[in-house]
């Protein structure tokens, strides 16, 4: 399909510098974009590319717009704009409502009309399939689970019993919802289950990405607010709460009984503790590890950033030694001190 520039315009609420009529093909970066292609310049790391691109127009910032020799959409927030062009060019796939003949649904389960269920669905008793939502192939669904609508589950995503997710949600292919919390206790030297008796509440507007995990809770709900992000491979540990709107990257893990506020932004491969809270509008950079609360809103990193092997080595047999040089900077001091009073 194509588009046009005064289109787009109006969709991003960008300020056109160019002619309304160009056709838009599709959206490309900025090295390699064509003439009938839009591009986008967010990161400054880019810059660099923009006297050279054979776009037809750039979406970028009023500060760039000087640099750029090709037609312009000038905005705010360009990374934005760039998003709204691309939803409306790739509109979300529409499905056929009705059960594929290879369903597995219980006769005691209540599916709308204008749902889709795909090949080798399982749906077990109790359950609930809202208006318009879509079961994409090779999902299990549990008994007493809640479906919302509009809510998309794409293929082979597991719901244990009692899960219950809310309206426009979108779980990726390999989402597990609602496996026991690992709540274990020594016993005579052998590890004995906890049951877990929670289950795990999702709201409306939820994205969870491939092979990501929420655990039931032990006792309370698993709850997850409206509008909240994960990434892939995450997993959330039984009993957590996570507030609207907040975002987690890919292969973060969340212990049990952790309180992560709104708004929040946790990076990639950052691991946070069990039975703590992080308020809300809180930032936490990559690769960090979180164990105590945090009850101040701001940007938090932990972690060693990647050196010579030679630096680390070193670095590390010093820091083994912080506490010992620690202890006789302060006798050092006192010592000082003692002689200063004298």
């Not at 990161?43 to 000087?66: F, G, P």
């Not at 292919?173 to 206790?185: K, R, Y």
């Not at 996570?242 to 893990?253: F, M, N």
């Amino acid at each position: 399909m194509e588009y046009t520039l005064g289109e787009i315009a109006e969709i991003t609420g960008a300020e056109l510098d160019g002619d309304p009529d160009s056709k838009i093909r599709r959206v490309s970066p900025l090295q390699t974009a064509e003439a009938d292609e839009i591009s986008f310049l967010a990161n400054k790391r880019h810059v660099q590319y923009l006297k050279d691109t054979k776009a037809c127009a750039v979406i970028l910032s009023a500060e760039n717009k000087a640099r750029c020799h090709v037609q312009t959409l000038v905005c705010d927030d360009p990374y934005l704009a760039f998003a709204r062009t691309l939803r409306h060019m790739h509109p979300a796939s529409t499905f056929t409502p009705g059960i594929h003949n290879s369903a597995v649904v219980s006769e005691e389960s209540t599916i709308s009309t204008s749902a889709h269920v795909g090949a080798n669905v399982v749906i077990g008793a109790g359950s609930k399939i809202a208006d318009h939502a879509s079961i994409g192939p090779g999902c299990v669904i549990g008994k007493n689970v809640v479906v919302g609508e509009n809510t998309t589950l794409v293929a082979n995503v597991t719901l244990y019993d009692g899960t219950r997710i809310g309206s426009k949600g979108l779980l990726h292919p390999g989402v597990v919802i609602g496996a026991d919390g690992f709540g274990i206790v020594k016993d005579r030297g052998e590890w004995l289950k906890i049951p877990q008796i929670g289950t795990v509440l999702i709201a409306n507007d939820v994205e969870i990405g491939a092979n990501s995990t929420v655990d039931r809770g032990a006792l309370a709900d698993t709850v997850i607010e409206n509008g909240v992000k994960l990434d892939n491979q995450v997993q959330i540990g039984h009993g957590v709460k996570i507030g609207e709107h907040t975002a987690i990257a890919g292969c973060v893990g969340v212990a049990g009984s952790t309180v992560i506020g709104k708004r929040c932004m946790i990076g990639g491969h950052s691991a946070i503790s069990g039975h703590i809270e992080l308020v809300d509008d809180v930032i936490i950079t990559g690769m960090s590890g979180v164990s105590n609360s945090i009850k101040k809103a701001g940007i938090y990193s932990s972690g060693i950033p990647v050196t010579e092997n030679a630096k680390w080595r070193k670095n590390i047999a010093r820091f083994r030694n912080l506490d010992e040089i620690t202890r006789k900077l302060l006798q050092l001091e006192q010592r000082i001190d003692e002689s200063s009073s004298d």
